[in-house]
């Protein structure tokens, strides 16, 4: 119930922020369709929305799903993290951690899904919480604060930089195509930050995948929306990739945060990707996707949501993998609790360390 209420919250900042409105102002819930102030009865998580029928209690205009959706899996997200790492592993750092990036990650997928973009407040959020959560493993000198001798969020934050962009640029060097959105770039920033690397990784094979798989059925449910009529009159702009110079500029700034750094001094953020970043696209309501497009932030999220629930068993996964795969003893030692202090890694451990993670290769 903790998560749905949080989901609930989700729901206004899903509608709100894309829009450039205020979280804050109203500071009462309201129909988006009648404008009437939503009482306690109409905001009950979960419960209100079966109660009414999906329905406004004032002005009888449906309400969509995904206030119910977004409300159920946040909800089934937290229970499976607080499962995780506060019953199984009283771990309750990283359990907070991960709960904030879950919540974030919620929303990019329903924002993504629905106007093909995401905020730079929520990218911001996300790095912000693998920071925080990174400091406090140094307050306890946990051994897992450190990977390749840089801070673990620092060195998940450049991996996640690296691996997008990457993408990015190679797609665009190769096939002449934007192969990579900037959103999608910033998010990989800010889920590194959160997982580590190693964990991170794991979430960028997972959203592969899903990408795979449910993007195919997302492209043949478009086309079965399509009608001939809207073929005929679809009438496309000759398009125009980003230029390589443009690619290399934007990465690089990412790579140093001057996009969050610009959420504060808006100036720098217009000087270096010549835009505002609080600005609210002219098309954000008349936009349609075409029937081929598939965002890949969506996906990204969620790989990144099932790798906050079940971090333990996926590594475990990738363990008896290479186990498989080498033929040598392969484990990734997992600290019981990473507000716990304990020994530190052998010297003979290889310096693998994500998030409480450590890959020792044993022959």
């Not at 936009?287 to 497009?293: D, H, Q, R, S, Y």
């Amino acid at each position: 119930m903790l998560g749905a209420t949080i989901g609930s919250f989700l729901n206004v900042v899903i509608y709100r922020m894309p829009r450039g409105m205020s979280l804050s102002e109203p500071r009462h819930s309201i129909c988006p369709k009648c404008r009437h102030r939503l009482s306690g009865a109409d905001l009950i998580p979960l419960f209100s929305w079966l109660m009414l029928a999906g329905k406004c209690r004032y002005c009888q205009v449906k309400v969509p799903g995904r206030y119910f959706a977004v409300e159920l899996f946040t909800g089934v997200v937290w229970a499976a993290i607080w499962n995780q790492y506060f019953i199984n592993d009283a771990d309750w750092p990283r359990a907070i951690a991960y709960m904030a990036a879950s919540a974030a990650l919620v929303a990019i997928i329903w924002i993504d899904w629905e106007l093909y973009l995401i905020p730079d407040q929520i990218n911001a959020f996300l790095a912000f919480v693998g920071i925080a959560y990174n400091i406090y493993l140094y307050s306890v000198n946990s051994p897992f604060k450190e990977t390749w001798g840089m801070p673990s969020a620092l060195a998940g934050w450049l991996v996640g930089v690296a691996v997008l962009w990457g993408i990015a640029f190679l797609g665009r060097l190769l096939f002449g195509k934007d192969a990579m959105g900037h959103g999608d770039i910033k998010m990989a920033r800010g889920i590194g930050a959160v997982l580590f690397p190693a964990v991170a990784l794991i979430s960028f094979g997972l959203a592969v995948v899903l990408g795979a798989v449910l993007g195919i059925a997302q492209v043949l449910w478009l086309r079965t929306r399509a009608t001939s009529a809207e073929v005929e009159e679809e009438d496309e702009e000759p398009y125009v990739p980003e230029s390589l110079g443009s690619l290399l500029k934007c990465g690089f700034g990412y790579l140093i945060g001057i996009d969050i750094i610009g959420l504060f001094y808006v100036p720098l953020y217009e000087k270096w990707y010549g835009e505002n970043p609080y600005a609210v696209p002219d098309d954000l309501e008349t936009f349609e996707a075409g029937n081929t497009m598939i965002p890949f932030g969506p996906y990204l999220a969620l790989g990144a949501i099932v790798a906050t629930m079940f971090s333990q068993q996926l590594v475990q996964g990738v363990d008896n993998y290479l186990n498989w795969a080498t033929g040598r003893r392969v484990e990734i030692h997992r600290e019981k609790s990473a507000g716990t202090l304990s020994p530190g890694p052998r010297s003979s451990d290889v310096g693998l360390m994500s998030c409480g993670v450590t890959t020792e290769l044993c022959v």
